[in-house]
Each structure stands twice: as structure tokens, then as C-alpha cells.
């Protein structure tokens, strides 16, 4: 089985950046695509960023893009989410997963894996 920790989460003004880590486990990292998502109080778990197995391959939703970089590194099981220019809408519980494909997929229901989540807050 596969285990996602999450680190890097915490309060930070607007404007300012944050990179949290997903170190796995338990598995084949290199051959599993992964994924961000977030969640914020009262509404639903949204994508937010995938990166393929190999890394060559990624995908944003449109609100981070250009702000937002996913990236891995295969040789420390890690996939990295650097936030810079953060705004207060992107407070939220940020979740690592990953899935038992290669490809990259922007749907929830198409991962397998899941950490804990880690909190971002970003104030005004």
C-alpha cells in the first residue's frame, strides 16, 4: 500500500508563498501519476494541480495557473507544490494523491491514494 504524508502547510499573508511536500511510501513512486487537491470549509474537494509518473506531463486548474508549479523528484519519492502570489481564496486543506497510472487525471474519483491533508491559510 501506498502512504502520502503532507508537510509544508501554514498561515501566510497574501501575496506571499508556500511549498508544501508529499513524501510516499509503500510503493513505486515513479510509476504512479499524483496529484493536489484542496478543500475548503463548506464546499467540495477540488482539483488543483497533476503531474504524469515521469513528470514531463502537468495540468492546473485555471484559478492557480501561473502562480502554482507542481513538480517530483522520483529519486526522494516526493512530488512538491510551490504556491507563490497566494490570495485569501486559496485557503484550504491541501491533499496529496497519487494513482496507479502513469497518466496524469484532473478527477478525484481517479486516485487511489490519499494523505492527510495539510492547512493553508493565507489572510488579507
Same mark, same amino acid.
Given at each position: 500500500?501506498?502512504?502520502?504524508? =503532507?508537510?509544508?502547510? /501554514?498561515?501566510?499573508?497574501?501575496?506571499?508563498?508556500? &511549498?508544501?511536500?508529499?513524501?510516499? *511510501? !509503500?510503493?513505486?513512486?515513479?510509476?504512479?501519476?499524483?496529484?493536489?487537491? &484542496?478543500? +475548503?470549509? !463548506?464546499?467540495?474537494? =477540488?482539483?488543483? +494541480?497533476?503531474i *504524469?509518473?515521469? /513528470? !514531463?506531463?502537468?495540468?492546473?486548474?485555471?484559478s492557480?495557473? !501561473?502562480?502554482?508549479t507542481?513538480?517530483?523528484?522520483?529519486?526522494?519519492?516526493?512530488?512538491?507544490?510551490?504556491?507563490t502570489?497566494?490570495?485569501?481564496?486559496?485557503?484550504?486543506?491541501?491533499?496529496? +494523491?497519487? &494513482?496507479?497510472?502513469?497518466?496524469?487525471?484532473?478527477?478525484?474519483?481517479?486516485?487511489?491514494?490519499?494523505?492527510? /491533508?495539510?492547512?493553508?491559510?493565507?489572510?488579507?
Amino acid at each position: 500500500q501506498v502512504q502520502l504524508v =503532507e508537510s509544508g502547510g /501554514g498561515l501566510v499573508q497574501a501575496g506571499g508563498s508556500l &511549498r508544501l511536500s508529499c513524501a510516499a *511510501s !509503500g510503493g513505486t513512486f515513479s510509476s504512479r501519476a499524483t496529484g493536489w487537491f &484542496r478543500q +475548503a470549509p !463548506g464546499k467540495e474537494r =477540488e482539483f488543483v +494541480a497533476t503531474i *504524469s509518473a515521469a /513528470g !514531463g506531463t502537468r495540468y492546473y486548474v485555471d484559478s492557480v495557473k !501561473g502562480r502554482f508549479t507542481i513538480s517530483r523528484d522520483n529519486a526522494k519519492n516526493t512530488v512538491y507544490l510551490q504556491m507563490t502570489s497566494l490570495k485569501p481564496e486559496d485557503t484550504a486543506v491541501y491533499y496529496c +494523491a497519487a &494513482r496507479d497510472a502513469i497518466v496524469v487525471a484532473t478527477t478525484r474519483t481517479m486516485y487511489d491514494y490519499w494523505g492527510q /491533508g495539510t492547512q493553508v491559510t493565507v489572510s488579507s
